[in-house]
T-cell receptor, first 114, second 114 residues
Framework: KAGVTQTPRYLIKTRGQQVTLSCSPISGHRSVSWYQQTPGQGLQFLFEYFSETQRNKGNFPGRFSGRQFSNSRSEMNVSTLELGDSALYLC?????????????FGEGSRLTVL | AQSVTQLDSQVPVFEEAPVELRCNYSSSVSVYLFWYVQYPNQGLQLLLKYLSGSTLVKGINGFEAEFNKSQTSFHLRKPSVHISDTAEYFCAVSDDPGTYKYIFGTGTRLKVLA
């Protein structure tokens, strides 16, 4: 069974540009969550989607957005990139409604903003 | 708002010695607690979780954790570590069963020495 796949794995952008990251969840998983990981801050919740609907959102500015498609694949977009957006962006999928199950993480997309 | 504290950013320990990684959370309301491990250049993997019931939870790779409601703690232990346990360990909490918005600690880097 294939795991969570994130693309691209590495990317470099300059300030002011925008970026789109993609996440393909494990087959059958309907929930996709996104986290930002930075040294010293740990993982910070960005948003969660379930059946194409945003179910929860973290405390990030509106430059951060996401969506989920009917096949459960998800994308997140960051517009007007800032240096502080450099981070590892992790996507995680899970099966269902109750948040007591396991989150399955991808290997992440490492974004460097110059 | 819920918060998670992992007081130790780094823990060096000799191979075959016991280890305890500390985790405290802020609220004593009903919570779900998790420990995840991240190996270099990989995503996070669930070690164990506490949802309800027995306060001693056993996980994979010989790890266990004890839920202490009065001290709002969920410390992770292993009686004898191996070199392969070298990784970063994250404690996470959720107080909302309806979503996967987890609050993660900043992580503890476990370094096992030969």
């Amino acid at each position: 069974k294939a795991g969570v796949t994130q693309t691209p794995r590495y990317l470099i952008k300059t300030r002011g540009q925008q970026v789109t990251l993609s996440c393909s969840p494990i087959s059958g998983h309907r929930s996709v969550s996104w986290y930002q990981q930075t040294p010293g801050q740990g993982l910070q919740f960005l948003f969660e989607y379930f059946s194409e609907t945003q179910r929860n959102k973290g405390n990030f500015p509106g430059r951060f957005s996401g969506r989920q498609f009917s096949n459960s694949r998800s994308e997140m977009n960051v517009s007007t990139l800032e240096l502080g957006d450099s981070a590892l962006y992790l996507c995680a999928s899970s099966m269902g409604l109750a948040a007591t199950g396991e989150l399955f993480f991808g290997e992440g997309s490492r974004l460097t903003v110059l | 708002a819920q918060s998670v504290t992992q007081l130790d950013s780094q823990v060096p320990v000799f191979e075959e010695a016991p280890v305890e990684l500390r985790c405290n959370y802020s609220s004593s309301v009903s919570v779900y607690l998790f420990w995840y491990v991240q190996y270099p250049n990989q995503g996070l993997q669930l070690l164990l979780k506490y949802l309800s019931g027995s306060t001693l939870v056993k996980g994979i790779n010989g790890f266990e954790a004890e839920f202490n409601k009065s001290q709002t703690s969920f410390h992770l232990r292993k009686p004898s570590v191996h070199i392969s346990d070298t990784a970063e360990y994250f404690c996470a909490v959720s107080d909302d069963p309806g979503t996967y918005k987890y609050i993660f600690g900043t992580g503890t880097r476990l370094k096992v020495l030969a």
